[in-house]
Nanobody, 127 residues
Framework: QVQLVESGGGLVQAGGSLRLSCAASGGTFGSYTMGWFRQAPGRVREFVAAIAWIGNTYYANSVKERFTISRDNTKNTVYLQMNSLKPEDTAVYYC?????????????????????WGQGTQVTVSS
């Protein structure tokens, strides 16, 4: 069983930056693909970014060039650096883990594919 704990959310003005962290425990972190998803009120949880077990990265078009996903396998932690934040980035951000070895972007962007989820961290961007 893998436990995921997100941190780093908060309130920021438009144009600002935040870095989210997700600490994992209970599994072999280096073998998991890690994803970030977000959910705004009244909306479906949507894909933000993923980093595969071998380091490939994938991004939603809406965050490409602004967000960067990375991982530190020595700390069992995945990060999401968010720059040039916009009010429409406001949401609860969730970390997720996938034990499969797929490298398919289509599969990794599907929230139903992930086995483990954190509790989420709120990000609010004011205009």
């Amino acid at each position: 069983q893998v436990q995921l704990v997100e941190s780093g959310g908060g309130l920021v003005q438009a144009g600002g930056s935040l870095r989210l962290s997700c600490a994992a425990s209970g599994g072999t972190f280096g073998s998991y693909t890690m994803g970030w998803f977000r959910q705004a009120p009244g909306r479906v949880r949507e894909f933000v970014a993923a980093i595969a077990w071998i380091g490939n990265t994938y991004y939603a078009n809406s965050v490409k060039e602004r967000f960067t996903i990375s991982r530190d396998n020595t700390k069992n932690t995945v990060y999401l650096q968010m720059n040039s934040l916009k009010p429409e980035d406001t949401a609860v951000y969730y970390c997720a883990a996938d034990s499969s070895t797929t490298l398919s972007r289509m599969v990794l962007a599907d929230r139903h594919h992930y086995e483990y989820w954190g509790q989420g961290t709120q990000v609010t961007v004011s205009s």
